[in-house]
Nanobody
Framework: QVQLVESGGGLVQAGGSLKLSCAASGSTIDNYVMAWFRQAPGNEREFVAVVNFNGIYTNYADSVKGRFTIFRDNAKNTVFLQMDNLKPEDTAVYHC?????????????????WGQGTQVTVYS
């Protein structure tokens, strides 16, 4: 059973950057697809980015494409989300998710393993 712990959130001015980390324990993530989702108050959890098990394939929500980068370091059992040119609408709790899967699903229903989340607040 894999456990996930996110870190790196915080308060940042619009146009700034943050780097989120998701450290996994209890199992290696070599065969897991890893994704980031976010949830703002009153909203449903929405897809942000996904990276497949070997890091070759990535996919992004249109709202973050060109600004966010997802990448993984399987040797460190960690996945990252580099967020640049942040906007106030990026404000949300960001959750890391993992699932044993050969693809790269973008729906939260496909993931059984979740972290508690890290708050990202962007002010203008």
């Amino acid at each position: 059973q894999v456990q996930l712990v996110e870190s790196g959130g915080g308060l940042v001015q619009a146009g700034g950057s943050l780097k989120l980390s998701c450290a996994a324990s209890g199992s290696t993530i070599d065969n897991y697809v890893m994704a980031w989702f976010r949830q703002a108050p009153g909203n449903e959890r929405e897809f942000v980015a996904v990276v497949n098990f070997n890091g070759i394939y990535t996919n992004y929500a249109d709202s973050v494409k060109g600004r966010f980068t997802i990448f993984r370091d399987n040797a460190k059992n960690t996945v990252f989300l580099q967020m640049d040119n942040l906007k106030p609408e990026d404000t949300a709790v960001y959750h890391c998710a993992a699932q044993w899967h050969l693809g790269a699903p973008t729906t939260p229903l496909a993931y059984n393993h979740w972290g508690q989340g890290t708050q990202v607040t962007v002010y203008s």
